[in-house]
């Protein structure tokens, strides 16, 4: 997945450096996908999601959120240890956020963060081994034997690595890193933060169980079966946010195919040191489909049933993926700087 914004193209990558096609929203979050984490962002916006930051007390973030761009989603905003167990522990408690302290006090300033019926979601799906098991494997020191919601998490360039979760009675964060700030190389949270979590966890509830939370009203659970009609599970909606029996997402892509690269609004140089002849672009759509045919600027240039390669060449160009009845399905733009063959130095304009 290419996203553009004014710094370039950003390009991000799941922690496995595999992708894994079309998942649901609990397998995505449970095995710490990275991919529809920042597509999420996307649609929520940096400006909705700092506000809510700021809303379970993160102080020191940035007014502006195009400061972060997409990597907001992974993790760019400088947080402390403290205001993240302080957010988890708004889950672990229905979504009720409050004040955190050394002693045991009264709640101060406590406030409704996120509904009961969001929090009970995100704690159902951060405590099911199963979903988790696509990264993480069934065993191990996120699979304790009583009950827990746990998120384990590592920086670029494994600067710092996480470990955050809650029984039905404690939550528990651990990071680990240098104070220097320098990397730690092979030292992922699971490596590192979370076999510290698993063990102050195993503590804690040594005499003491912890149980699953009951439901909250205003939630149901569904038999959802996979689009193989093979597998199926138990999952729970928000009332009114139930799937219905309509066309499936899968089935949806089939029919509204999509140019994936170069994606709307790139902005390419060629190299001088590079002979022309090699420097080409690939064009790519999904799902491919021969019936479809690219155009570029208006001229055909072939079928879109594979990458297609052009030579690149200075201008400003409109791809377009057009079917068979000259319908354009999808357009992107994109430019191209460089010297031409009449010696003028083409520059892309940005408004």
Avoid at 2 to 9: K, L, M, N, S, Y
Avoid at 16 to 39: C, K, Q, T
Avoid at 147 to 165: P, R
Avoid at 194 to 217: D, F, G, Q, T, Y
């Amino acid at each position: 997945m290419d996203i553009t914004d004014a710094r370039g193209i950003y390009r991000p990558k799941n922690y496995d450096e595999r992708y894994h096609g079309l998942v649901s929203v609990r397998l995505a979050l449970a095995s710490s996908l990275n991919i529809p984490a920042v597509r999420t962002l996307g649609l929520v916006g940096n400006e909705n999601f700092l506000r809510k930051l700021r809303e379970l007390g993160f102080g020191g973030l940035k007014e502006d959120g195009e400061f972060y761009g997409p990597s907001l989603a992974l993790g760019s905003a400088e947080v402390s240890l403290w205001n993240l167990v302080n957010a988890y522990r708004a889950l672990a408690n229905g979504g009720v956020w409050s004040d955190s302290g050394f002693a045991q006090a009264q709640k101060h300033n406590a406030r409704l963060a996120f509904s009961p019926e969001s929090a009970f979601l995100i704690g159902s799906i951060l405590s099911d081994r199963e979903s988790r098991s696509l990264t993480f494997g069934f065993e191990g020191p996120l699979a304790t034997r009583f009950w827990t919601a746990v998120k384990t998490g590592t920086s670029k360039d494994m600067h710092d690595n996480w470990c955050i979760g809650f029984s039905s009675r404690y939550t528990v964060g651990v990071w680990v890193g240098n104070f220097s700030g320098a990397p730690m190389w092979n030292v992922s949270g699971m490596s590192g933060a979370a076999p510290i979590w698993l063990e102050v966890m195993n503590w804690l509830h040594r005499s003491e169980p912890s149980e699953a939370p009951m439901p909250p009203k205003g939630v149901r659970s569904l038999n959802v079966v996979a689009e193989n009609g093979k597998q199926s599970r138990i999952e729970w909606f928000i009332d009114g946010t139930e799937p219905s029996i309509a066309t499936t997402t899968a089935q949806a892509r089939q029919l509204h195919p999509k140019i994936v690269y170069p994606v709307d609004g790139t902005a390419m140089a060629l190299d001088p040191d590079i002979p022309s002849e090699r420097q080409k672009i690939f064009f790519d759509a999904k799902p491919a489909d021969p019936r479809l045919r690219w155009m570029l600027n208006g001229k055909t240039i072939g079928n879109a049933g594979k990458p297609i390669s052009w030579q690149a060449q200075p201008g400003g160009y409109s791809l377009a993926l057009v079917d068979p009845e000259d319908r354009v399905v999808d357009r992107v733009t994109f430019s191209v700087k460089g010297r031409r063959e009449d010696g003028v130095f083409f520059t892309p304009a940005f408004p």
